[in-house]
């Protein structure tokens, strides 16, 4: 398998090269960039198949880099902050970061993040045992992980398929908060319900023709949530 | 009605008056008769006479020559001229003289009476139409004063200028010599302002009163106007400055807004027995209008400081954000690079382990620095920074420094240029040397390594005025300012160096302001900057 490349941006050069050394060490070919400016160029030039982007940073900030990559791109974004603060969670989440750390963090556990991204990314390998999924207008291929709603397609970040393809193979079932948390992002997740309701809201941005009124993805207060197959 | 309403007859025809007289009398008036003029006008000065019946021809005056005299002196009079046949030109001449009626003799007694009772009943109405214009007149005077109260003191959100403003327009309006404000506060009465005392006076006007005894205290306790119409006999001690100064009528009304009394108008005059209910009616307005325009300010202020109070608490909020964000950055260096060690899952080399420590020593001490800055910042903030000011000479501050500034500046060229000549200043050498080293940094931290940094002082007036320049990038105009605030980092700064706090030239402003001295600078984009800062000579 290829080395995956990761873009580090970060105005801090001993994070940069922190982190550089920790990527290259596990095997990740890396590239860094300095501000929000460079960061959209080098994204644009090279291919990278994840970015680890420092929120607060001179010229465009973190939360501008994420939006304007999502409008081209679903490379896995995961946010770096020194900001505890929910509130910066939440937006960043809403407006396509896949993850979100707050400094200081440990090693393993940006490794860990790191993995589950990759895992969203997904191998078609491990696609489901069906080939495709079909419910009111919504076609899931899972071979070749495509979604469409009335034939027209639309495009998901790679964590936003992992949860919709975990939602439409356990049609039949409720799932619960932290069923989805620990099996779309892993068991250091359970907890971070904030993930979930963000992640359920872009999916029902992007398939629900009526959002408020979702026709898929239904909420079970207090318990989960719950893709609905049976007419 | 009629017991009360007065007729004097004057004819030299003794018979004539006693007929009248008892006509006159049985219809209930007073009557009074006299047979000559002279007799009739010091009759008139004794008293008043609703109307008087005149013989045309007396003996000692012509009875049109007398009409003229009453006439100019009781105006109101209702005149009734009696005549003889022959001389109805003289009747004529009285009717236009003033006079209500003429009758021709013989006199017949129920035409008299009708026409007395018809000129009496128009005296009626003159004398109420003048008291209802006078009414009005008074009303009109007090909607006037009150307008011209209430729009002095509706200019202003002011306390004090409302207080002032409604002084000067009651004295102006009502044309009082003395008047001042008492408002609640802590309990108590506070004297607000007062016009017109004298200086002399003005010292012993209480500066403050209880507020339920005392003359003013009860005004305001009672919520009710007082007058004292002689302040000689009155026994409370609060208001002896005005005994004191003279005045004798004493006026208080209680500032009042919605039964809720907030404070006592007093007004006094060197007149005994000046004030009317009328007056106090007028006051006790003025006194509302007062009240109105005192609470308002009084809301307005509420609202001023609970915005400010609120801005404070959002600039701590932020503040806090900030040095959260400040700290977590290092910490996650230094964290990061003590995990990575710990890692089981790859063995570093050498070279690798040492740069990890490398960064972790480096980043304690940006921790280190950036704890110490706070400390700083808060103690500046508290006023609790301890300024130790000495006479120290310029050369002598900069050579205590000089090793740290030479190894900050190892990259540039540093030009120091102090005069001799230049005099001792009032500071803390070491707090200075700090300012110094601070900006030098800053100098090194945003121009490229190879230019010049030139650290210079010259005398201006009873200043000293010392400045750090550099070749470097330069700060726009619009943040001139702004560079001293806390947490503010310039961005642009060389990546291969570390980030700075952002409090080091809030905290240079902050010790500067110490010494009551001024930082700012000169800079525009590109063409470097230059801080100065002045300090006291000695």
């Known amino acids: ?231 | 009605m009629k017991e009360n309403e007065t007729i004097l007859v004057v004819d030299d025809d003794r018979d004539f008056l006693e007929i009248i007289r008892r006509i006159l009398k049985l219809k209930g008036y007073q009557v009074d008769t006299v047979s000559s003029a002279e007799e009739a006008l010091s009759r008139l000065k004794e008293r008043f006479y609703n109307a008087a019946i005149l013989d045309i021809s007396l003996p000692d005056v012509d009875g049109t020559e007398l009409l003229s005299k009453i006439m100019e002196t009781h105006p109101d009079i209702i005149a009734i001229m009696l005549t003889g046949h022959s001389s109805v030109q003289n009747a004529v001449q009285s009717l236009n003289c003033g006079a209500f009626a003429y009758l021709e003799k013989p006199v017949d007694p129920e035409n008299l009476l009708s026409v007395i009772s018809r000129g009496l009943e128009r005296q009626h109405l003159l004398l109420e139409n003048r008291q209802l214009m006078e009414e009005l007149e008074r009303h009109n005077r007090v909607a006037n004063t009150l307008l011209s109260v209430s729009q002095a003191v509706s200019q202003s959100l002011d306390l004090q200028q409302i207080i002032d403003a409604a002084l000067e327009r009651v004295a102006e309006c009502i044309g009082l010599e003395i008047s001042f404000v008492y408002l609640h506060r802590n309990d108590k009465l506070m004297l607000m302002g007062h016009h017109g005392l004298s200086s002399r006076i003005a010292g012993s006007i209480p500066k403050e009163s209880p507020k339920d005894s005392g003359t003013v205290g009860h005004i305001f306790s009672l919520g009710k106007p007082l007058i004292i119409e002689e302040m000689a006999s009155h026994p409370e001690h609060d208001l002896e400055f005005l005994k004191s100064g003279g005045y004798r009528s004493f006026a208080g009304v209680p500032l009042m807004i919605l039964g809720e009394s907030m404070g006592v108008l007093g007004v006094a005059t060197s007149f005994a027995h000046y004030f009317s209910p009328v007056n106090v009616e007028l006051l006790t307005g003025i006194g509302r209008e007062i009240a109105i325009a005192v609470r308002n300010a009084e809301l307005y202020e509420e609202a001023s400081s609970a915005k400010a109070l609120r801005e404070l608490d959002s600039m701590r909020t932020e503040f806090l954000a900030n040095v959260s964000h400040e700290l977590r950055t290092p910490l996650a260096v230094i964290k990061g690079s003590a995990n990575s060690l710990l890692q089981p899952d790859v063995i570093f080399d050498e070279q690798t382990r040492r740069e990890f420590l490398v960064s972790i020593d480096k980043d304690a001490d940006t921790l280190t620095r950036l704890v110490d800055d706070l400390l700083m910042m808060s103690r500046l903030e508290a006023d609790a920074l301890q300024v130790n000011r000495k006479p120290h000479r310029i050369a002598e501050i900069m050579d205590s420094v000089k090793d740290r500034l030479e190894s900050i500046t190892i990259k540039h060229h540093l030009h120091i240029s102090i005069p001799d000549s230049s005099p001792p200043v009032l500071a803390d050498d070491i707090r200075i040397g700090e300012v110094l080293t601070n900006l030098v940094d800053n100098a090194v931290k945003f121009s490229d390594d190879n230019t010049t940094i030139r650290i210079e002082a010259r005398r201006l007036g009873k200043e000293v005025i010392m400045s750090v320049a550099d070749e470097g990038i330069g700060i726009p105009p619009e943040l001139h300012d702004k560079v001293f605030e806390r947490f503010f980092q310039g961005n642009g700064h060389k990546t291969s160096r570390r980030k700075g706090t952002g409090l080091g030239l809030s905290i240079c402003r902050g010790i500067i302001e110490a010494h009551e001295g001024k930082i700012w600078v000169e800079s525009r984009p590109g063409k470097g900057a230059k801080f100065s800062f002045s300090l006291p000579v000695a």
């Not at chain 1, 291919?47 to 900030?61: E, H």
């Not at chain 1, 207008?137 to 071979?143: H, K, L, S, T, V």
Request: proline share 5%; aromatic share 6%.
């Open chain 1, 1 to 231: 398998m290829d080395k995956k490349r990761i873009m580090i941006v970060d105005d801090d050069p001993a994070i940069l090269r922190l982190l550089s050394t920790n990527l290259k060490a596990r095997g990740y070919e890396v590239v860094t960039a300095t501000d929000g400016e460079e960061s959209l160029e080098a994204v644009q030039k090279d291919f990278v198949d994840l970015i680890i982007l420092d929120l607060m940073m001179p010229k465009v900030d973190g939360v501008e880099v994420c939006r304007r990559i999502r409008e081209w791109s679903d490379v896995p974004i995961i946010i770096l902050s020194a900001r505890g603060d929910e509130n910066d969670k939440v937006k960043c989440l809403e407006l396509g970061a896949d993850d979100y750390l707050t400094k200081p963090f440990g090693i393993a556990e940006l490794m860990a993040r790191i993995k589950t991204a990759f895992r969203h990314r997904g191998d078609p390998s491990v696609a489901p045992a069906q080939s495709s999924f079909n419910y009111n207008g919504m076609e899931i291929n899972f071979a070749k992980r495509r979604v469409t709603v009335d034939g027209k397609d639309i495009t998901l970040t790679p964590t936003e398929y992992s949860l919709l393809q975990h939602l439409a193979v356990n049609s039949d079932k409720v799932l619960t908060h932290s069923m989805l948390l620990q099996s779309v992002w892993g068991n250091e997740y359970s907890s971070e319900k904030e993930y979930l309701r963000v992640f359920v809201g872009r999916l029902r941005r992007k398939l629900e023709p009526d959002p408020k009124n979702p026709r898929y993805i239904q909420t079970i207060p207090g318990v989960g949530y719950h893709l609905s197959a049976v007419k």
